[in-house]
């Protein structure tokens, strides 16, 4: 375990203090083009937008690109988020009282720890409620005052006002998929842009898998190729597989082939079949990066897919 000041020193060091000098490796051709200047047309106009697309297809890079903009524009250096799930409670959003300042001086502003809300609506920031249909409709009440009203209260505080600035955005998965909760017709309605994410066009895919890879890693395009046949196939098959493989994994892929051919060549070995390399790696990444539908094993559905896209 690290001492203090150590963790202090490193901390400042990792700490993102200029947002809008962060670099973020983002391709916006095709669909995300599109949806960035629909997330543009909202700010613009005061609506707040819902990105709505199955993990893994770049939702949360978008809203973080988003917020860079923003703090280059509007020189706000905030950008706070929250990913949901059935454990989160209005007290994650809003904030809550120290218990043992609370004891000593009542509830006064010095014993309130403010929440990602709270300090996106104060600071005029951007605020991401991640995944936010897979917080209970309880916690997604505690967001219709602020939708609406551009305040919230605060118990034993008082009500305080938005800045003009703050931008809520909300991200969520199809609600077809396990684990989500309908979204209450209430946040429904203050919702106002649905923009949607799919797994994108093949060369924008590709775009992304290479901006990905470290810059002393590189790949043959026609090993890319066949990693994407992989990923692709995983897509097709809507019979075993519930959730297939997201960009995620494709990148997974592309940087471990990237690094054996790396070290192939660091150590002058005889450079490995291909086939043999991917169908190694699928098995590595797949394992992990799809999920089956009831019944189905997930071994034998990799299995499969290598099969028949490497055929062995």
Not at 100 to 114: C, N, R
Request: aromatic share 8%.
């Amino acid at each position: 375990m690290i001492d203090k000041k150590k963790f202090e020193d490193l901390f400042n060091q990792q700490l993102i203090k200029d947002l809008s000098q962060e670099e973020i490796n983002i391709v916006l051709t095709g669909q995300y083009g599109k949806a960035l200047e629909l997330l543009r047309d909202a700010e613009a106009t005061g609506l707040f937008p819902a990105l709505v697309g199955p993990p893994g297809v770049g939702k949360t890079i978008l809203c973080r690109y988003f917020a860079t903009l923003r703090a280059k524009e509007k020189k706000s250096q905030s950008f706070h988020w929250l990913t949901m799930d059935e454990s989160i409670k209005p007290s994650h959003f809003i904030g809550s009282f120290d218990p043992a300042i609370t004891l000593k001086k009542g509830f006064v502003i010095e014993a309130f720890s403010p929440g990602p809300l709270l300090n996106a609506m104060l600071e005029g920031g951007t605020f991401l409620a991640n995944e936010i249909n897979r917080a209970t409709e309880y916690s997604q009440n505690t967001l219709l005052e602020p939708l609406e009203e551009a305040s919230i209260n605060i118990p034993h505080l008082g009500r305080i006002k938005a800045d003009k600035d703050f931008f809520f955005i909300s991200a969520m998965n199809p609600e077809e998929l396990s684990g989500t909760h309908r979204l209450s017709e209430a946040l429904k309605d203050r919702i106002k842009v649905w923009i949607k994410l799919d797994y994108p066009e093949k060369a924008t895919e590709l775009d992304i898998i290479r901006i990905n890879l470290p810059e002393h890693f590189t790949i043959e395009e026609s090993e890319l190729e066949l990693i994407y046949s992989i990923i692709e196939e995983t897509r097709k098959n809507k019979i075993d597989i519930e959730i297939p493989a997201s960009i995620r994994a494709g990148i997974a892929m592309a940087k471990l082939l990237a690094r054996k051919r790396a070290v192939e060549k660091e150590k002058n070995l005889r450079a490995k079949d291909t086939f043999i390399y991917v169908s190694e790696i699928a098995r590595n990444v797949l394992l992990g990066s799809l999920k089956a539908k009831p019944g189905m094993k997930v071994e034998d559905i990799v299995e499969s897919i290598i099969k028949k896209t490497l055929g062995g």
